[in-house]
């Protein structure tokens, strides 16, 4: 039989998504900026709620959550808050254009991702990837890849994420 795992992230209880809103609002306000009450926060929500909190920021505040922690965070940091904002097919499909972008390709990113998502959220991804890039994922592995990696590669993306 087989197991679906999850992240380890669950939705948090008692969930408010614009307390949550006004919380990371308080904590880019004014001088300096509260990282550890965002990164709590954020840490301790599931995507989906991110989402939601993302929603609440733009409808509290007309501003856009995203390009207000851009310009908020620094560094490695930034980085990480972002990839925790992004819905994770979105973020997938970001991390497998750029395991692929330029000399050499990010075989360990290319495996984690197409070999460890279930078939619904591989077609989530591979539709995702085409209209952020512009370009199949499959075709983009076929011009990046060879041999037998390019064909176990090919064969999980039309097997598992056939449409």
């Not at 991702?113 to 995702?128: D, M, N, Y």
Request: hydrophobic letters at 35%; charged letters at 30%.
């Amino acid at each position: 039989m087989a197991q679906v795992l999850r992240g380890t992230v669950t939705d948090f209880p008692g969930f408010d998504e614009r307390a949550d809103a006004e919380t990371l609002r308080k904590a880019m306000k004014g001088l300096g900026t509260d990282e550890e009450s965002i990164l709590t926060l954020l840490t301790s929500r599931s995507n989906a709620q991110r989402q939601e909190i993302s929603a609440a920021f733009k409808t509290l505040f007309g501003r856009d959550l995203l390009d207000d922690l851009k310009s908020e965070l620094t560094g490695k940091f930034e980085k990480l808050i972002v990839a925790l904002m992004k819905p994770s097919r979105l973020y997938d499909a970001y991390e497998l254009k750029h395991a692929l972008k330029g000399a050499g390709t990010n075989e360990k990113v290319l495996t984690e991702i197409i070999a460890s998502r279930t078939p619904e959220e591989l077609r989530a991804i591979k539709q995702v990837y085409e209209e952020e890039y512009g370009s199949s994922l499959e075709d983009d592995v076929v011009g990046d890849t060879s041999g037998y990696y390019q064909r176990m590669l090919v064969v999980l993306l039309q097997v598992l994420g056939g449409d």
